[in-house]
């Protein structure tokens, strides 16, 4: 099974400016008819836009005081697009406990 198929995209912390992702939003894998769904933070952020036009270390400083993100978990990314991304460690919920690995789901 694939993130695409999950309806899984890019979600962002507001007020953060559009395209600068944060997190990953997915349809669960285990409900048939695709009503739940589940939401994880990532780290390293997304920023398309450049160190230049949006410095990243300043996106960092903002989310690093902000308690909300601040204390939620994260998970490790690589890839930048739903096809190429991998979050480490593993990620679980009551109703499910998967892996994401280059755009792939997995138990």
């Not at 836009?49 to 410095?55: E, L, N, T």
């Not at 400083?61 to 308690?67: A, K, S, T």
Request: net charge neutral; with cysteine; proline share 8%.
């Amino acid at each position: 099974m694939t993130l695409a198929s999950l309806a899984a995209h890019f979600t962002q912390h507001m007020p953060l400016a559009t395209g600068i992702y944060t997190g990953l939003y997915y349809l669960c894998p285990n409900d048939p008819r695709r009503k739940r769904a589940h939401a994880v933070l990532f780290t390293p952020i997304i920023n398309p836009y450049g160190d230049d036009v949006v410095p990243v270390v300043a996106l960092q400083r903002y989310l690093d005081g902000n308690e909300g993100y601040r204390v939620s978990p994260k998970w490790n990314r690589t890839g930048d697009t739903i096809d190429t991304l991998t979050l480490t460690p593993s990620i679980a919920f009551g109703c499910c406990h998967i892996n994401i690995e280059r755009g792939e789901v997995g138990p």
